[in-house]
């Protein structure tokens, strides 16, 4: 199995305050991917890096922000959650970037 | 919008049955084609990558592609209770700004009964 792990695992918070998660493999990969999980809505991409200081936004980026300053993390921040971001969140990598994902177990992230 | 489209189902099969699970994809352009599996509160999990034409078999997975007719297929042989799973279909094409994007299915439901 891919080296990624995620954490927390899971976090409940109130609207407002920051919340910070942590993606980090042990694979080398170049590309790493957030994902969030909502029913009626399926896998959707908040951002993603193709390499160290590179990102990207994905399709619902609003109200998120990444760093990736080590190729084996990569982290995802809230500013200031909202009750509209409870979800759960995948981090996921890739060696080339076609497709081919590893998941992480993913952190499920309530917010108050 | 480029979308791909499953069927939710569920899609309920006996065990030892084949399961038959169908994604169609709308852009022409998409070049990579993937079945993840996700069992409930799980993560997904990639099962089988496809890339031309035609059949691609591992084990008892067999992935199915016709890009002419722009659907990609996933059949499960000897359906067994563990292989009752969310099936998600991914197709990897080109943005507007011809940077590759993964677009993903909702996924289909798929339940094997004893």
């Known amino acids: 199995d891919a080296g990624i792990t995620q954490s927390p695992r899971h976090k409940v918070t109130e609207t407002g305050t920051p919340v910070t998660l942590r993606c980090h493999q042990t694979?080398?990969?170049?590309?790493m991917y957030w994902y969030r999980q909502d029913p009626g809505h399926g896998l959707r991409l908040i951002h993603y890096?193709?390499?160290?200081?590179?990102?990207d936004k994905g399709e619902v980026s609003d109200g998120y922000s990444v760093s990736r300053s080590k190729t084996e993390d990569f982290l995802l921040t809230l500013e200031s959650a909202t009750s509209s971001q409870t979800s759960v969140y995948f981090c996921?990598?890739?060696?080339?970037?076609?497709?081919?994902?590893?998941f992480g177990e993913g952190s499920r992230l309530t917010v108050l | 919008q480029k979308e791909v489209e499953q069927n939710s189902g569920p899609l309920s099969v006996p065990e030892g049955a084949i399961a038959s699970l169908n994604c169609t994809y709308s852009?022409?352009?998409?070049?990579?084609f993937f079945w993840y599996r996700q069992y409930s509160g799980k993560s997904p999990e990639l099962i089988m990558s496809?890339?031309s034409n035609g059949d691609k078999e591992d084990g008892r997975f067999t992935a199915q592609l016709n890009k002419a007719s722009q659907y990609v297929s996933l059949l499960i042989r000897d359906s067994q209770p563990s292989d009752s799973a969310t099936y998600l279909c991914?197709?990897?094409?080109?943005?507007?700004?011809?940077?590759?994007?993964?677009?993903w299915g909702l996924g289909t439901s798929l339940a094997v009964n004893p």
């Open positions: 996921a990598i890739s060696a080339l970037g076609r497709g081919e994902l590893f």
């Open positions: 694979e080398n990969h170049r590309y």
């Open positions: 890096s193709y390499g160290v200081k590179d990102t």
């Open positions: 852009d022409r352009g998409s070049q990579s």
């Open positions: 496809i890339y």
């Open positions: 991914a197709v990897n094409t080109l943005n507007a700004g011809n940077n590759r994007k993964l677009i």
